[in-house]
């Protein structure tokens, strides 16, 4: 690369960098650096209200927050999907890759353990990462709470159960299931991690469509919603850190 290459690549570096200063925090978080550089590698980012963070303004459970991710407003290819609660002690929820045939929309429910900011980091197609912001409030304490699944009778004969429903919308499916897990984080004294930690969409063929890995932070029996562009067959198929495996069609 000759001088005028290098001398593009500086100016870019630094237009990018006096832009990225310039952006202000919509929820004014003393974390956010720190995830940017431990998740997103300190690479280039925009805070974009396209990406749509949906979160009720106060978690009266703790243990089961639900949020939406919509992305479908950037109109651009998404490669990866981050979401993480800044606050927890185990920060990060998902790490989702949609394929062409799923749109860029994911719903569940995760666990808190005090108010904090909710992110949700999109890389799309030019290597920029789009990043949604919401913050959730909390009496806490949602991480370290005992298992409300342990504690009821009977819980193991449903252990890996998997209850789906398949909702045709105006131009696409949502695909909606609940796996019966309790999904332990290793942060309640006596019992180690076991949780559900990966999971692939697939068609009718085993073709994958998407994939997910999921983090401690997801609640127990955990609720996963996806939406595909086609009416066509699909499956999940899902695994914890012990080596038990689910999968539910639809």
Same mark, same amino acid.
């Given at each position: 690369?000759?001088?005028?290459?290098?001398?593009?690549?500086?100016?870019?570096?630094?237009?990018?960098?006096?832009?990225?200063?310039?952006?202000?925090?919509? %929820?004014?978080?003393?974390?956010?650096?720190?995830? &940017?550089?431990?998740?997103?590698?300190?690479?280039?980012?925009?805070?974009?209200?396209?990406?749509?963070?949906?979160?009720?303004?106060?978690?009266?459970?703790?243990?089961? *927050?639900?949020?939406?991710?919509?992305?479908?407003?950037?109109?651009?290819?998404?490669?990866?999907?981050? %979401?993480?609660?800044?606050?927890?002690?185990?920060?990060?929820? *998902?790490?989702?890759?949609?394929?062409?045939? *799923?749109?860029?929309?994911?719903?569940?429910?995760?666990?808190?353990?005090?108010?904090?900011?909710?992110?949700?980091? *999109?890389?799309?197609?030019?290597?920029?990462?789009?990043?949604?912001?919401?913050? %959730? !409030?909390?009496?806490?304490?949602?991480?370290?709470?005992?298992?409300?699944?342990? +504690?009821?009778?009977?819980?193991?004969?449903?252990?890996?159960?998997?209850?789906?429903?398949?909702?045709?919308?105006?131009?696409?499916?949502?695909?909606?299931?609940?796996?019966? &897990?309790?999904?332990?984080?290793?942060?309640?004294?006596?019992?180690?991690?076991?949780?559900?930690?990966?999971?692939?969409?697939? !068609?009718?063929?085993?073709?994958?469509? +998407?994939?997910?890995?999921?983090?401690?932070?997801?609640?127990?029996?955990?609720?996963?919603?996806?939406?595909?562009?086609?009416?066509?067959?699909?499956?999940?198929?899902?695994?914890?850190?012990?080596?038990?495996?689910?999968?539910?069609?639809?």
């Amino acid at each position: 690369m000759d001088w005028r290459g290098l001398l593009c690549l500086a100016l870019f570096a630094w237009g990018w960098e006096a832009r990225a200063a310039e952006q202000s925090d919509p %929820v004014s978080s003393v974390m956010w650096d720190y995830y &940017h550089q431990r998740l997103l590698d300190s690479a280039a980012f925009t805070f974009d209200k396209r990406v749509q963070v949906l979160v009720p303004p106060f978690a009266e459970d703790a243990r089961q *927050v639900p949020i939406q991710i919509d992305a479908r407003s950037l109109g651009a290819r998404v490669k990866r999907l981050l %979401v993480w609660a800044e606050l927890n002690p185990i920060a990060q929820v *998902v790490d989702f890759q949609p394929g062409e045939q *799923v749109l860029p929309f994911l719903a569940l429910r995760i666990r808190v353990e005090q108010a904090t900011p909710i992110r949700a980091a *999109v890389l799309t197609e030019d290597g920029l990462w789009h990043v949604g912001s919401a913050r %959730v !409030d909390a009496a806490g304490g949602g991480c370290t709470a005992p298992s409300v699944v342990r +504690a009821e009778a009977g819980w193991e004969e449903r252990f890996g159960q998997v209850l789906g429903r398949r909702f045709r919308l105006e131009d696409s499916d949502r695909l909606r299931l609940q796996v019966a &897990h309790p999904m332990d984080n290793g942060l309640v004294g006596g019992i180690p991690e076991f949780f559900i930690e990966q999971a692939e969409l697939r !068609d009718a063929s085993g073709q994958r469509l +998407a994939s997910l890995e999921l983090f401690p932070s997801v609640s127990e029996n955990p609720t996963l919603s996806f939406e595909l562009r086609e009416a066509q067959g699909a499956e999940l198929w899902l695994r914890d850190n012990n080596g038990n495996e689910f999968q539910a069609a639809f």
